[in-house]
């Protein structure tokens, strides 16, 4: 049995390259149990073993058929032909066994690209991490799955039941489809004229919205809309390596509710003024400003506004203005509240038109990527993904989940990324870059720990409101 690729999943397969291999990694960190020896994490693994890969999409493996080389497919596999000690590995953590060696061991298995003769994941079981921690890191090619969904289902697969000892592997749970809205599931009885007339308005607002990009790549506009491509050319736009270097911090949420109330924005908003505080600090630190703002692209889900079933990426980004060439903290959070909301407002306007035109705006990027060429037509600065996560305490089997880390890919062109989950209140910052690109990238967490406390010190709430 076989599942034909959607366009923008196949993608990824063609975009598969030595220095930007296609997947992304989720590492939730857990603390052994109370009252368990520090031998908790093995004993688990060893439950896990037990376990064979019956779960959905842990069984697809890249179909090499002659029609697949040119219209990529997944083939379904037993389970008997999954090689479940190839796939799940245990690795322990270098001495002391603090953040530093923990980041360490991240990055080098996030380097290493997927077997893609084989099922498209592993997962890593991370031992003898400081304070009676360990880690599971799911790493996973992103043609199979968007990050949005895997994360979903990594919470659903943790249990909100401490006494809980019952939960399967994650290569047994599997990944479940998305559920069909009712307008995806309707069945189409209006006719040909109706067709037409779909396919002349869906022309029209996607050519509208071309046009408003192109006005704004020219500056023509002021509404803060802020266009792909038209970013300044710096160090974190060029060609990368293979090296990766994985920085993570986790933050309380609150202070950053506390930001958008003070900005009037969304929290999106208040990690957007954070991170470009964060990032004048950092570019100051390399002896690197540009003149031009550092341009954000930020991943957007589409699901919702193009009413789909598909199971696979339907994805799209906006640009927000991180505002870096300016020092004054409220003129930076007005620049991003403005971007941000003529963003959503350009893209989500479009409702079920979104994912055309964003695949007409993101080819360019894709060929680019395809050919190793991102770097001569950046589609933005730094790439940021802010996605929800868990509400409240989570468990494995006892093991209570502290912090989720999910890594996404980068480019030529594109040499770091940020992702943001909210997990029991805190914020989880995970950076992946390029060390070649992005020198001494360790330094961004506690950027941004500086930078909240320096604008929680500020007047940005009485310079913004006019108190």
């Given amino acids: 049995m076989k599942k034909r690729m959607a366009l923008l999943d196949g993608g990824f397969i063609r975009m598969d ?38 779960g959905a ?30 796939h799940f590995r245990v690795a322990r953590v270098s001495a002391p066994g603090g953040e530093t060696e923990f980041a360490e061991i991240v990055s080098r298995i996030s380097a290493v690209p997927l077997d893609m003769s084989r099922p498209a994941w592993e997962v890593h079981l991370i031992t003898e991490l400081s304070d009676r921690r360990f880690a599971i890191l799911l790493k996973m090619h992103h043609a199979i799955v968007d990050g949005m969904t895997i994360l979903q289902t990594m919470i659903e697969w943790l249990s909100a039941d401490p006494a809980a000892t019952d939960t ?5 749970f599997g990944v479940p489809d998305v559920p069909a809205t009712a307008a995806a599931t309707e069945p189409n009885s209006r006719g040909a004229l109706a067709s037409i007339r779909d396919a002349a308005s869906s022309l029209a ?17 002021n509404d803060g809309l802020h ?42 908003d208040a990690v957007g003024v954070v991170l470009g505080t964060a990032l004048r600090r950092y570019l100051a630190d390399v002896d690197e400003r540009p003149d031009r703002s550092l341009v ?25 203005d991180l505002a870096t060439d300016t020092d004054d903290i409220a003129d930076r959070a007005q620049r991003v509240v403005r ?48 996605l929800p996560g868990s509400r409240g305490p989570l468990y494995l089997n006892g093991a209570a989940a502290e912090a989720m880390h999910p890594t996404t890919i980068i480019y030529n062109g ?49 310079s913004l409101r006019g108190d």
């Fill in 57 to 86: 999409r842990f069984n697809w493996v890249l179909s090499t058929d002659f029609v697949d080389n040119l219209f990529p497919a997944w083939k379904i596999v037993s389970p008997n032909e999954i090689d479940l000690d190839f």
């Fill in 296 to 320: 954000a692209g930020v991943l957007t889900s589409l699901r919702t506004a193009v009413e789909t079933t598909a199971g696979g990426n339907v994805i799209s980004f906006i640009f927000a």
């Fill in 414 to 462: 594109a040499a770091v990324v940020l992702v943001i989950i909210s997990w029991n209140g805190k914020l989880c910052f995970t950076f992946n870059s390029c060390p070649t690109a992005v020198p001494r990238s360790d330094r961004l967490g506690a950027y941004l720990a500086d930078a909240i406390a320096t604008i929680e010190g500020s007047s940005v709430s009485t």
């Fill in 168 to 172: 399967p592997p994650l290569w047994a």
């Fill in 17 to 54: 390259r030595t220095e930007s291999p296609q997947h992304g990694t989720v590492t939730i960190v857990f603390r052994i149990p109370d009252g368990s020896d520090d031998g908790f994490p093995l004993r688990l693994a060893d439950t896990m073993r037990q376990h064979a890969a019956t």
């Fill in 339 to 386: 971007s941000t909301r003529a963003g959503k407002e350009h893209l989500l306007g479009l409702g079920k038109n979104a994912m055309r035109y964003s695949m007409m705006m993101l080819l360019p990027y894709i060929v680019a990527n395809i050919t190793g060429t991102g770097h001569r037509m950046p589609l933005y600065n730094i790439a940021v993904s802010n």
């Fill in 227 to 268: 266009a792909p491509y038209a970013v300044p050319k710096m160090a974190f736009n060029k060609t990368i390596t293979p090296d990766r270097s994985i920085s993570m911090t986790v933050l309380d949420q609150s202070k950053f509710k506390a930001v958008a109330s003070d900005i009037g924005g969304t929290l999106n």
């Fill in 205 to 221: 607002a996607v050519a509208g919205a071309a046009k408003a990009t192109i006005n704004a790549a020219r500056h023509r506009r």
